[in-house]
Structures are given as C-alpha cells and as structure tokens.
C-alpha cells in the first residue's frame, strides 16, 4: 500500500491487507485524461482510488467483493464496470463504478491537512496530535541544549537531523535506509521550482511525511515470531529461541547492524540506564553504554515474546481471535 513515485514514498489505499493487482480505469475522451482513476483489490475487496496518490485517505474506497479471497479482476472497455472472480463458488461479479459517489466523499472530507488528521489516533485534538507537537517542540529545544541559559529560539520548523529522533519518540522506529529517504524527499522537495535544498520541515508537512511512511498495517508477534523461527532454535521449552550471545552477534553483523558503541547506548536506554535517553544529551547521562553487564541484563535466551515485552517494553493485544498487534511503548524508549 506504500508507493513509490518519482523518489515520494506516498500511502496508498489499506483495506486490511496488501494489494493484489492494479488497473488504470480507460478513458473515453482527451478531457478525461485530466483526471485519472485507479481500481484495485486486495485480499478479498474490490476499491477506487483516484490519481494521483497523495495519502488522502477521502480519495479512495473499497468494499468486500469476495469475502473468501479474490482470483482476479478485469476492467469493460469504456471504463463503466468492473469484474471480480474469486470465492469457494468461482463466481463472477460485475461493479458498477460511481465516480461521482467517490468525487462527494473527497468534497466532504476537507482540504488540506483536515483529511489527514483522522489518519491519526483523536484526530487533530487527540492525544497523540497533542504528544506530537510537544515532542516536535521539545525537539528544538533538545537541538539548542537542555541545560543551556541562553534565551530560547522558538520557530515552526526543526532541522532535518531532529526528523529521526521525533519519529521515534511517538513510536516510529525507520530503518538508516528509510530515513535517508525521507531526508531526500524533503531536500528536493522543491529543487525542481526553486533551484534550492531544503534543510528543515514544520509540523504540518512532518505528519504528512509520518503518515506516508509509517508500516500502514503495524508490527504484529506473528511477524516477530517468524524472524524468531528463522534465526533462532527450539529451547527446552519446545520455543524458538536465540542464544545471549548469538542475539548481541546479529545485532553488530546483521542488516544495518549497530556499533558495540550503539548497541550499548541503546541498551542503556531501554533499561532505564540513562534517564535523556540514547544521546539526546551525553552530558546527562548516568551510565556509558561500556559499563552495562550483559550477563545480568539479558537472559540466556531470548524468546519473542521476552524481546518484545520485555527488552523493548512494548505490550501487545490481548485479542487472540486475530494476529496480536504490538501496540504501545511502556518506557520512554
């Protein structure tokens, strides 16, 4: 659902689940070719959406065409239906497309930043906007010193260096890769009409750039659990485990793996070691990542369930009937 356009990473459509085949909806004549449309399915739903992408949610709809999964779709030649087979009865069912109907919800939906709003938890005076702007605010003053006397600079924007720390403060953990993306998006946001770098982003234009890149369909134990399955063995207790030492290996060898130096600071965090956090301010911290014994703080083997609850002191739904969901961070990670 996350697409990639012209070096954007932009949201599109989520109905549930990843989706499975895409078509450009024909057009009939030169003036329509203004405004193009774009049906879809997924799993088991049929949708619309209208081009181009942008992450405005009020842009698209979908609804259940197949409730026991879709094979496939196809589109009539002057663009007014749809087709979709699927089902345990391969059935054949033909959609007429509304474009009106779907023109009124964006209408209806606002302008601007109001559609984007209801993408985040209470919307615009919910708690987490509320979070965000703190966090977005405390942010210049973490860049200007916490301990500093000098008279504070209090401005809309924060620097582009700031932009990774404030994901992660309200629970978006980017990977080094996906960060330098979103640096370049906004650097050569407007290079083309300006000729210039931009080297700072304000709030508005930040939650846009979060909701374009955060996991649309979030981090779930099943998830967890296969990479436990792959990488680690099966314990006394019949549960995939990796060894201490095999974990602390992965972590400096691995992917876009830590320096022992990195490692350490962010152990020292989540632990509670250091009360700032991982270098927001060296000069406040109480223990260097070096001093931390890991024989005492981690145990022999790590279980997915320990690594996710207890390392990184997130908690995970209680609703079984689905695939749990890690949700929110205990400490301030």
Request: with cysteine; charged share 25%.
């Amino acid at each position: 659902p996350q697409l990639n356009w012209e070096g954007m990473t932009l949201l599109g459509p989520v109905y549930g689940s990843p989706i499975e085949q895409t078509q450009v909806l024909p057009v009939k004549t030169t003036m329509d070719l203004q405004k193009r449309y774009l049906v879809f399915i997924n799993r088991d739903k049929v949708g619309l959406q209208i081009l181009p992408v942008d992450g405005n949610p009020h842009k698209t709809s979908a609804i259940i065409c197949h409730p026991s999964g879709v094979a496939g779709m196809a589109l009539s030649c002057d663009g007014r239906y749809a087709f979709t087979s699927g089902g345990q009865d391969r059935s054949v069912v033909q959609w007429e497309i509304n474009l009106s109907a779907l023109e009124a919800a964006v209408s209806l939906g606002g302008e601007n930043l109001t559609p984007f709003y209801g993408l985040v938890s209470g919307g615009r005076e919910g708690k987490f906007y509320r979070e965000l702007e703190d966090y977005f605010y405390y942010s210049q003053l973490r860049s200007q010193g916490i301990d500093t006397m000098e008279t504070r600079k209090v401005s809309e924007h924060i620097c582009l260096s700031e932009l990774p720390f404030v994901m992660r403060a309200i629970g978006f953990y980017p990977s080094e890769e996906k960060i330098e993306d979103m640096f370049n998006e906004i650097k050569f946001g407007e290079y083309v009409d300006t000729g210039k770098l931009i080297d700072k982003i304000n709030l508005p234009d930040f939650l846009k750039v979060y909701l374009n890149h955060r996991p649309p369909f979030g981090n779930t134990m099943s998830g967890i659990q296969r990479s436990f399955n792959i990488l680690g063995f099966t314990n006394s207790n019949g549960k995939k485990a990796i060894r201490r030492e095999d974990f602390l290996k992965l972590l400096l060898t691995k992917g876009e793996h830590m320096t022992e130096e990195e490692m350490s600071d962010c152990f020292a965090s989540l632990f509670g070691l250091n009360p700032e956090g991982w270098k927001s301010e060296p000069a406040a911290s109480s223990v260097k990542g070096s001093e931390i014994c890991f024989e005492e703080e981690l145990p022999d083997e790590i279980t997915a369930e320990i690594f996710t609850t207890e390392i990184l002191g997130l908690t995970v739904s209680e609703d079984f009937r689905q695939d749990p969901v890690v949700g929110t961070v205990i400490r301030n990670v």
